[in-house]
């Protein structure tokens, strides 16, 4: 069925087909709608969650551990300092092996605080152990949050998942969005049923242990090899899902790249302004393309470097600032990709878009221009620039 | 809820927490812990949480627990929020019909955990009024770090963040008053108390907040040998001493109403209570007269606002 739903409906709509039995709820701009939409689902009847209005975010995903702890399955939304406030926890959440669906609508760090988007959220908990799944618009927001129990979930992986969608762009704009039946969704999900959990009346359960190194480090291998068997999954539930939608999803996109010269990497809701940028420059003759990173947790090294062995010059374009010094997140992932490679392509690192600076066709059109450059002279000049500030130092 | 106490019924039955966890020997915590789950009928499961802190690292060391019943820590700040989930998740379940039975949700924390770092979640958890106890064991200082102050921390104490030195003397600030804190929540039972004596007045009052609905908090006095400097042998004497010179009254707040618990024979001075432990050594120099008067000035002062508050 067709609808016109804004992202973060979009989300709430997949949260109430699921009908999950509790819900961590606190408001932050621009997430704050999912857990209205979902408090009025409570409201009417439509779902019977309980649904859980904490004080904080940090009290939020610590409901969500203890539910997901006591056999339930457990969702919330949050964006920018509210995960930042959850920090501590999602580590807690990963290392207990809690499948908790998050849904986070990217918005930039404080400070300064600024309710636009950025990744800096996400990026700063991309080590905790959450699988995350990167959404260009509404339509991919409702799917991968529907994507995301079953992939958690699945004994060989227990981790939890982290839908990410772009704030305000992707949260707030209304679009036309294909939703499934809920018979269909609450089929594709099925129910949670783990094997131990706390309220499992024949065998007590104790969670969250002091873990002396005589045990940590095993755990924390145990913990990595979950990560590793994630990606299997991912492909396996793209799959099924498929089949329920005739929407096709992979670990990325690739955009225009079996003969691309000219090649972005980059997330989110940019990809659609770059692929305008791309069929533009393919008119033109330029044999530009495009990657759009959906799996950003685990991290598509592999499957990456072979996308990527065909360009001659490739653009991550970091939306968020990894202060390295060197360059942001994705751009430090994907370069470490690209190592393995015999010939490897030249490749910069673009960081824009801070704080919802907006990022044009024409943006991205200077980019091509840039890597033709590079190609034509031999140089990369400087690695890793940022674009769109007021400065000097624009370097695109 | 009339039930006679029968302490050696009691500790015939199965305990919850089991020996051969890691607290030191003279600790408070140990005590309070099984003497608040020995309240539980025996029918009765329970989801045990705990803040981090000195109780969690020792009675749950991989691969080892001492909690008979499901137990859950997840973090030190949070341990409120921590139960309230869990009993969000029995009551979608049971409302699915996916689990069975009555279980009790108790959660432990240190006053670290429950005066200072875990206060929001704490309050928060109470607001929402979710089913479960809220228990406090009170040792008055981070102990688990290595004995720092806390809100929690009386006036005058010596801890490693409030030494006492040529121009500091220990804490400079009274404690806070976390019992009046909470029952400030409006929440159906609150209570004050410590494992004294035969364990009757924590016993009567776990069973209260155990099989009362809704929120219920209990502050309970656990001694540390550590931190507070006593001989161990001596902590059932410190707790004693606590009580009858109404450093620590016990008293209960049942829907509003409050309740003396016990009432000393004779109140005895504030400083034979100081008197026996390290961290108020100082107070008993030459020059220091005026810290004692002051520790007397203030009991006293609280001593008389929970009289007329309970009318008693």
Known sequence: ?396 | MKRVYNLKQEVEKPPRLTGGHRLCAGCGAGVVVAGVLRALNKEDRAVVTNATGCLEVSTFMYPYTAYMDSFIHSAFENSAATCSGVEAAYNALKRRGKVEGTVKFITFGGDGGTYDIGFQSLSGAMERGHDMVYVCYDNEAYMNTGIQRSSSTPRFARTTTSPVGAKNQGKKQEKKDLTDIMVAHNIPYVAQTAPLGNFKDLHTKAYKAIYTEGPCFMNVLSPCPRGWDYPMAKLAEIIKLAVDTCVWPLFEVEEGVWHLSYMPKRKLPVEDFLRPQGRFRHMFEQGNEWMIEAAQAYVDQRWERLLERSGA
């Open chain 1, 1 to 396: 069925m067709s609808d016109r739903l804004s992202g973060n409906e979009a989300v709430a709509y997949a949260m109430k087909q699921i009908n999950p039995d509790v819900m961590g709820a606190f408001p932050i701009t621009p997430s704050t709608e999912i857990p209205e939409y979902f408090a009025a689902y409570v409201a009417n009847g439509e779902v019977n969650t309980e649904y859980v209005a904490v004080e904080s975010e940090h009290s939020s995903m610590s409901v969500c551990i203890a539910a997901q702890a006591a056999g339930a399955r457990a969702v919330c939304a949050t964006s920018s300092c509210g995960l930042a406030l959850m920090y501590e926890l999602l580590y807690v959440a990963a290392s207990c092996r809690l499948p908790i669906t998050l849904a986070c609508v990217n918005r930039a760090l404080s400070g300064p605080i600024n309710i636009n988007h950025d990744y800096s959220d996400s990026m700063g908990a991309r080590d905790s152990g959450w699988i995350q799944i990167y959404a260009e618009n509404n339509q991919e927001a409702y799917d991968n949050f529907i994507m995301a129990m079953p992939i958690g979930e699945t004994p060989a992986v227990r981790l939890p998942v982290m839908t990410c969608m772009d704030g305000f762009i992707t949260s707030h704009a209304v679009e036309n969005i294909e939703l499934l039946e809920t018979e269909t969704v609450r089929t594709f999900v099925g129910t949670y049923d783990p094997e131990n959990y706390l309220l499992k009346k024949e065998n007590p359960l104790a969670v969250g242990p002091y873990d002396i190194s005589a045990y940590y480090m095993e755990h924390k291998v145990q913990e990595a090899e979950a990560m590793k068997a994630a990606k299997a999954r991912i492909l396996e539930v793209a799959a099924e899902f498929e089949k329920i939608s005739g929407r096709s999803y992979g670990l990325f996109e690739e955009y225009q790249m079996d003969d691309a010269e000219l090649a972005l990497v980059l997330m989110g809701s940019t990809a659609g302004t770059a692929k305008a940028a791309v069929d533009k420059l393919r008119e033109q003759g330029v044999k530009a393309g495009l990657v759009k990173i959906r799996v950003f947790r685990p991290f598509p090294c592999e499957e990456l470097a072979q996308v990527l062995a065909g360009p001659k010059a490739v653009a991550v374009m970091d939306k968020s600032e990894g202060f390295s010094a060197n360059g942001g997140p994705l751009f430090a992932e994907t370069r470490s990709a690209l190592y393995d490679l015999k010939d490897r392509p030249y490749v910069i690192n673009i960081v824009y878009g801070l704080g919802g600076r907006d990022a044009k066709v024409e943006d991205i059109e200077k980019v091509f221009k840039r890597l033709a450059d590079i190609v034509a002279t031999g140089e990369t000049g400087p690695v890793y620039t940022h674009m769109g500030q007021r400065s000097k130092e624009d370097m695109v």
